[in-house]
């Protein structure tokens, strides 16, 4: 009998492609059987059928697309703000739904899963999440480090998360610049760091309070248009971008956005921006670690500093990248010396040592080609591996930045994390 599954694609945009599509059609067919793509725009569908060089069939009705299609799993791919109704659908359905993070934008969305999770038990659907960042080589590595006791109990956390110019504007040119579809990038983003964090100190948040606000892009600008291309402000601004690698996905592209209007290179000074381009949260876990997070979406270098401070001692990751001021490509002279990764542990026992992070290739450090594997790589029934993030954990991640929106809301009114799991 084949071991194959079969699976289908909900959200044929970027990451759809990229990280599932092309690997289950090439990689992982020993276990997987790509059988469907749907997204609400048809002539995404046709553009990812040509990207693909597939002539998958594709569906713009989800119930339909369960119908005919008859996946054993779906994987969203979607905007964040859809992604509940079709994991809860695909749950109601008994089937497997593997999930881009965020899981959802808020903690409505959040209790509507869990409660689909539970009615839907007996039929036999699951939902994981794809938090990716777990699957870093420093960050499984830090978790190598915390678990063998090195610094002892974990007591306080610095994480400091620098989105530079390009990276960081990205999130003002699309869809993500709404708070009502991504839930700001204190979920859309910062959900990967909040999901790491929980994971590598193994336990869950308690108190929290925030502040955060749009203080450079949006109305911050000094000028606008509505997109890059035929912008007449083009030449003296730093944000100007060519979004296509290509003229075949220029063109495709611009087809598609004729019957939708979601364009991918809008001004990221326009007024519509709502999310908060800096933050800082403070919160508390259950076992008592203490946590400072701090975004930056308008860095002048992208990279993090996360810092884990224990009873025996430090452990320090930093990773500074080879950044590109604004999308224009200015780089910050003389930043060639502090770019690369250190993960350094400072022990009043073993003195400073700097610890070695694994190779590894692949988009996201690596991160990818490993949790694909995990995922797509393996038998359909092969147990669970430690980095593979369940319903319960993903919650979690979303509950952070969900508590941290209400309490910036609410003018940095301290909340508890997980009353969202009840109401508000
Ligand atoms: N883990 C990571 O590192 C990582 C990186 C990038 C994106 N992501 C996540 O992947 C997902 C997709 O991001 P992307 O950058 O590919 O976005 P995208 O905008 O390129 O693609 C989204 C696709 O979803 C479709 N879509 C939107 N609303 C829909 C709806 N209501 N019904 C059906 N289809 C709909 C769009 O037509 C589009 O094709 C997001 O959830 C994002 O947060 C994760």
Known sequence: MSERKRYVLAGTGGRGLGMFAKPLLTNFTKYCELVGLFDHNPDRIAAANEILGSKLPGYTDFGEMLRSANPDAVIVSTRDSTHAEFIIQTLAAGKRAISEKPLCVDGKQCREILAAA?????????????????????????????????????????????????????????????????????????????????????????????????????????????????????????????????????????????????????????????????????????????????????ATYEGWHIQFEGTKGRLELKEVHDTRWAAGNITVHGMEKSIGKSLTLYSPREGLKELSIPEAEGAHGGADPAIQHDFFGRPWDAPLTARMAPLDQAVQAVLIGHAANVSIAKKSKPVKVQDFLKRG
């Open 118 to 298: 539970k009615k839907y038990k007996r039929k036999g659907g699951v939902c994981y999440v794809t938090h990716n960042m777990r699957y870093g080589p420093a960050i499984s590595e830090l978790k190598r480090q915390l678990d063998s006791g090195v610094i002892g109990d974990v007591k306080a956390i610095n994480f400091h998360e620098n989105l530079d110019r390009k990276h960081g504007a990205d999130y003002f040119r699309r869809w993500h610049r709404v708070k009502k579809n991504s839930g700001g990038l204190l979920i859309h983003k910062a959900s990967h760091h909040f999901d790491a964090l929980n994971w590598l100190v193994g336990s869950i948040p308690v108190d929290l309070v925030a502040q955060g606000g749009t203080i450079f892009y949006g109305k911050n600008g000094p000028f606008r248009h509505d997109r890059c291309d035929g912008c007449p402000h083009a030449k003296k601004c730093d944000f100007y971008a060519e979004m296509w690698s290509n003229e075949r996905n220029r063109k495709l592209y611009k087809e598609a956005e004729k019957s939708d209007g979601y364009i991918r290179d809008g001004c990221v000074f326009d007024k519509e921006v709502d999310i908060e381009d800096h933050a800082g949260v403070l919160y508390t876990y259950k076992n008592g670690a203490k946590v400072t997070y701090s975004l930056t979406a308008f």
